[in-house]
T-cell receptor, first 115, second 110 residues
Framework: AQSVTQLGSHVSVSEGALVLLRCNYS??????LFWYVQYPNQGLQLLLK??????LVKGINGFEAEFKKSETSFHLTKPSAHMSDAAEYFC?????????????FGKGITLSVRP | DSGVTQTPKHLITATGQRVTLRCSPR?????VYWYQQSLDQGLQFLIQ???????AKGNILERFSAQQFPDLHSELNLSSLELGDSALYFC?????????FGQGTRLTVV
């Protein structure tokens, strides 16, 4: 069965610092991997997705993530944090497509950005 | 705007009552997911439909039910409501793998 682990529930960085949010997955087949962002009182928004093309995936708002099969990881990074990045971030995995696709989400990480 | 529409945005109701949450997926998306998000439980997967058929069930209570209609819109029915059912309920639709979320319905049970 597929699963996602996001260690820690809260990350705090200074504005301009590197953002690193960790995600490890478990999957019995080559996975599809996603990062979503949720701002207060809003729905989840897709940041980026990995679908077995390039291992380094670029997303919106300057975020990127690297798929590392050997480490079963898909960590999210951004070189320089901005105040507007403060939000909750969810990693998700799906093993199949179409009718059999089912997204499994991690517990989420709250990112705080200090001035 | 994700293209997924949920109504109503807010709902306040009393314990023991029944409510229906509605979701219109993005045009062409056959999959619809329902999630519950609360402070203590986080984001919980409830149920998934694909082209009118139930495909997967998560932590959905027996008091809750859902369906997807021929026009692909979906409804989540919550009955015998309890205070603990107060939460944000999200619908998401998917064309294949990734999901696009609506803005949610905030349910408050008093």
């Amino acid at each position: 069965a597929q699963s996602v682990t996001q260690l820690g529930s809260h990350v705090s960085v200074s504005e301009g610092a590197l953002v690193l949010l960790r995600c490890n997955y478990s999957s019995s087949v080559p996975p599809y991997l996603f990062w979503y962002v949720q701002y207060p009182n809003q729905g989840l928004q897709l940041l980026l997705k990995y679908t077995s093309a390039a291992t380094l995936v670029k997303g919106i708002n300057g975020f990127e993530a690297e798929f590392k099969k050997s480490e079963t990881s898909f960590h999210l990074t951004k070189p320089s944090a901005h105040m507007s990045d403060a939000a909750e971030y969810f990693c998700a995995v799906s093993e199949y497509t179409g009718a059999n696709s089912k997204l499994t989400f991690g517990k989420g990480i709250t990112l705080s950005v200090r001035p | 705007d994700s293209g997924v529409t949920q109504t109503p945005k807010h709902l306040i109701t009393a314990t023991g009552q029944r409510v229906t949450l509605r979701c219109s997926p993005r045009s062409g998306d056959l999959s619809v997911y329902w999630y519950q998000q609360s402070l203590d439980q986080g984001l919980q997967f409830l149920i998934q439909y694909y082209n009118g058929e139930e495909r997967a069930k998560g932590n959905i209570l027996e008091r809750f039910s859902a369906q997807q209609f021929p026009d692909l819109h979906s409804e989540l029915n919550l009955s015998s409501l309890e205070l603990g059912d107060s939460a944000l309920y999200f619908c998401a639709s998917s064309p294949d793998t990734e999901a696009f979320f609506g803005q949610g319905t905030r349910l408050t049970v008093v």
